[in-house]
Structures are given as C-alpha cells and as structure tokens.
C-alpha cells in the first residue's frame, strides 16, 4: 500500500532576496551565494517577519558582494489575505532564497539578443527590450495593491508551472503547457503593470534555472497600425527572433503582448462582421482581415514556441469577450485583475499620501488624541489598512457624524471611491492638490479636505 506523507515540500515559502552589487568583476556564483544565505538565515534567526530587511550578514564569506537582504514574500497558497508583517517561524516554512543583480537600464544590442546586427532592429518590428531584473522595473511589483493577494498567488503559480516544465516534460504529450497567461480586467486596474512587475518577479525567483532574462515587449497597437495590411507576416518574424533568441536555454524570456485583443480579435467575429468590430474599432472588412491573418500567425507562432520551456507569454486584456476562442483555450491562466476595493483604495492613497510627506509637499504628520492608537509611538507614516482595522475605537466620531482623525477620514472616503480604477485612484491626491490648494506644505486635513471637495464637485 502506498502511504502519502505530508513532506516538508508542502510547507509554505518565505522567499528572501539577496540583491547584489553591481560588480565589474564579471560573473558571480549566485548559487553560492544563496547557500550561504540560506544556512547562515537558520542558523542565525528562529523567525522572520515579512518585509523585514535582515542585516547582520558582515561576516559571510560574500559579504561585500550583497547590498540587501530582504524577506520579501510569505506563499500560502490558501491564503485569502496578503501577509505582511506576519512572523513566519523558520521550522513552519521552506526559505526560498534568490540573490539577483539588478541591470541598468541600458540598450540592448542585436548581439545582446542573439541576433545579428544586419536583421531588423527590434524598434522596427514594434519590440522593445529590457534586460531582467532590472532597475526601472523596481517598483512595480511593490507599487500593486490587492486586496486578495491575487498578484503573489499568479506569480506562485507561474514560478511552479515553469519549474516544473524544466524536469523535462514533453509540452505535447506528457503535459499540456503553452507558456501563456492572460490578465484581464477594467481600465486602469494594474494589469501592464503587473505584467512588468511579474517579468521581473519571475526572472528572480527562477535565478536557480535561468542564468539572464529578458522582458520583450510587443507593442500590438502600433504594430497592427504601422503594419497594416502585413500584421500577419510580422507577427510571424516576431516570432522567428522570439525563437532564436529562446534557443539560448539559460536565458528566460519574457514576452509581453498588451492590449492582445488587437492581435487576436475573434476570428468568427471578424468574419460575420459582427459589434465587436466596433468595439475594436475595426469597421471596414480590410482591418477585419488584417485581424483574421494576425490571429492565425499569432495561434501558430504559439504552438511553435511551447515546447521551450524557458519563454513565457503575459498578455493583458480589457475586452475578454472580443478575443479568439482559439487563443483563450490556448491560455494556461486566466486571471481577472478587478478595479480595487475599499481597503485597497485606502492602501493606495495611503502610499499616495506617504510620498507627500516624504517629498514634503505635506507637512510631517502630527499625532494627537485619538490617532495616537493608530500611529503608535515615534511612527512617521499612515497607518495601514490593517492596524486601522485592528484598533477598537475606530468608529468613534463626534455627535454629527463627523471625525477628526485623519486615519478614519481617509477609509471614509476611500468607501466613496468604490468602482473607481487604480490609475483614477493615484491620480486623485495630485489633482485636489492642484484644484484647491496654493502652495507647500500642506496640511493633512487641507488634503483631505480637498479630496472630499473634488469627489463632490466630479461627480
Ligand atoms: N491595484 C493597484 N494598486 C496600485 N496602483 C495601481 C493599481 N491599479 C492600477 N494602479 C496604478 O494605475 C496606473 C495604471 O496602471 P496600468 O497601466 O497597469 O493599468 P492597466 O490595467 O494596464 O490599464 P489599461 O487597461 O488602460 O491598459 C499605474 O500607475 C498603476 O501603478
Ligand atoms: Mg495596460
């Protein structure tokens, strides 16, 4: 009789990253590296908070070559809220160690790709190329609020299909896997980012696979409007580079195709001439065609690249409907990014708010009375959705409804913003500043003040 054992393989992971410095002397160990991390971290601590930056690594043999290291992410996979600050005790979890080194953002040359210098330049087929993990990619993964760790679950699972693709599975016969993942959504909900945000994520946590990475993005919408009439035949050359440069096995590559729906409009749709169309903009049956010709080269191209198991495809969406049944059932994961709630908005405005005083466009925050449960002793920043929620006497308020913490405040009108997008959401601080007030610092309330003011006055 087999017996099923519950392994230490089913532990949760605290991944920690180990950035390193950015070093002339050519290549670095990083597999030593992250043993060394690994084993000084259990010797050294019983427990770890997440979001902590640890120090004390003076003494490890590859000391000067780390700036950082962070314990950055806790995956559970059942989780249903984001894990920040929790304590993780290091016997209840496995310790996901990366050390990366983060790239400029410089240009890259055809040699760079793998390609030689007298094919079309990436500009020219509508590419641009970024080195992975790099340094203009830094924030964004950290810059996404969800209320459901949606963003930590995806990028969890992408990690473990593409580590499990490496034991060698045939893509055909032993496993269906087309490398694609589709994120759709509202506008403005962090889709483009999070894609970005992903690329880079990936590239880190898959350092024990892939020696490089690269984010290839495609840029659909110019593609299939300089091009029109040949979108076909381009996005088949895209692929062809796509390929070639895939054939370099240490190297991850990451492509990007946002707004998909202009390259892989519904076949049918396009066909019967039906609204879709419209909502594409695709009135007249040239364009319909050129949709038709970019679908069936995007649909083969696709097969061709899926039994490489280093190349991965994020594709955003606003118009799920609008895409190709052919192209859906290709996608491995589908993955709804919604507009944020409530307790996003007030994490959202809250980074908002912390950068204004940092920059000091508001003036430092004073706690006083109420807030001081809030804010806790000597602490400069906002308080989290979280520690908000925590406190016992956050409904207090005076006799006419009204409150004088700003903490309360802010989740007040955060619960007005429901239904708005992430992008309104960001923008919102800057222009009740610019609409009502004259000049810096600003007071807190001043902002807050504005904020409700423009809320009424738009809508
Ligand atoms: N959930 C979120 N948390 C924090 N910021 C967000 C969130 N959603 C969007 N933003 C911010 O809004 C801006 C726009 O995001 P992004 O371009 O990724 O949205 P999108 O879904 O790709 O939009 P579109 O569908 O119009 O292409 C970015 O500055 C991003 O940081
Ligand atoms: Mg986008």
Same mark, same amino acid.
């Not at 066909?271 to 609204?275: A, K, V």
């Not at 009135?283 to 364009?287: E, P």
């Given at each position: ?11 949760? !992971? ?21 043993? *060394? ?15 902590? *930056? ?40 496995? %310790? ?16 760079? #790709?793998?390609? *030689?210098?007298?094919? *079309? ?5 509508? #590419? @641009? ?10 924030? @964004? ?18 990690? /473990? ?32 980012? !999070?894609?970005?945000? %992903? ?15 690269? +984010? ?6 110019? %593609? ?17 580079? +796509? ?18 729906e202009t390259l892989t409009g519904s076949r049918?749709r396009s ?5 879709c169309g419209?909502?594409m903009?695709y ?5 319909d065609?050129?949709v038709i010709?970019a679908t ?8 061709? #690249?899926? @039994? ?10 606003? #118009?799920?409907?609008a895409l190709d ?24 405005? /809250? ?52 409150? /004088? ?27 009740? !500043?610019?609409? @009502? ?9 001043? +902002? %807050? ?11």
């Open positions: 009789m087999t017996r099923i054992r519950s392994s230490a393989a089913q532990k949760p !992971l605290l991944h920690v990253e180990v950035r390193l410095k950015n070093t002339e002397q050519g290549f670095l160990r990083t597999d030593l590296i992250r043993d *060394e991390v690994s084993i000084w971290l259990r010797q050294k601590y019983s427990a770890i908070v997440i979001g902590q *930056e640890i120090t004390g690594y003076e003494g490890l043999m590859h000391a000067e070559n780390i700036e950082s290291v962070n314990a950055v992410e806790y995956t559970r996979t059942d989780a249903e809220e984001n894990d920040t600050q929790k304590v993780c005790d290091l016997e209840d979890v496995q %310790l996901d160690v990366q050390a990366y080194e983060l790239h400029g953002r410089g240009d890259i040359s055809m040699a760079d #790709l793998g390609l *030689e210098d007298d094919e *079309e330049k990436p500009e020219d087929l509508q #590419l @641009h190329v970024t080195d992975l993990p790099n340094i203009s990619l830094e924030r @964004h993964w950290e810059s996404l609020v969800f209320t459901k760790p949606l963003h930590t679950q995806l990028l969890h699972s992408i990690t /473990r299909m593409l580590s499990i693709m490496q034991m060698g599975l045939d893509t055909t016969t032993d496993m269906n896997w087309n490398g694609l993942m589709l994120l759709y959504g509202p506008p403005g909900s962090g889709k483009t980012t !999070l894609c970005r945000g %992903l690329a880079q994520k990936l590239t880190i946590r898959l350092g024990s696979y892939f020696t490089r990475g690269k +984010l290839v993005e495609i840029c659909a919408q110019s %593609l299939l409007s300089k091009w029109f009439g040949e979108s076909g035949k381009l996005v088949s050359k895209i692929f062809e580079k +796509l390929e070639a440069m895939a054939l370099d096995e240490m190297s991850f590559i990451c492509v990007m195709i946002d707004e998909v049918e066909m019967s001439g039906s609204e419209d909502a903009r009135g007249d049956s040239k364009t065609q050129g010709q069936n080269q995007l649909l083969t191209a696709l097969d061709r #690249l899926r @039994h490489r198991s280093n190349i991965v495809v994020l594709c955003t969406s606003n #118009l799920i409907d049944s052919a192209f859906l059932d290709r996608v491995d994961i589908k993955q709804l990014v919604p507009n944020p709630e409530p307790r996003a908005i007030y994490e959202i405005l /809250r980074s908002c708010i912390n950068k204004l005083i940092q920059k000091e466009i508001l003036e430092p925050l004073v706690v006083q009375g109420q807030d001081e449960e809030f804010f806790g002793d000597g602490e400069l920043s906002f308080p989290s959705a979280a520690q908000l929620l925590l406190c016992s006497g956050w409904e207090d308020e005076e006799n006419d409804g009204t409150t /004088r913490s700003p903490a309360i405040r802010l989740w007040r009108f955060s619960e007005k913003c429901e239904g708005m997008s992430g992008r309104a959401l960001r923008r919102l601080p800057l222009k009740a !500043l610019a609409r @009502h007030t004259y000049s810096n610092p600003v007071a807190l309330e001043t +902002l %807050l003040d504005a904020l409700e003011k423009l809320l009424t006055e738009d809508s």
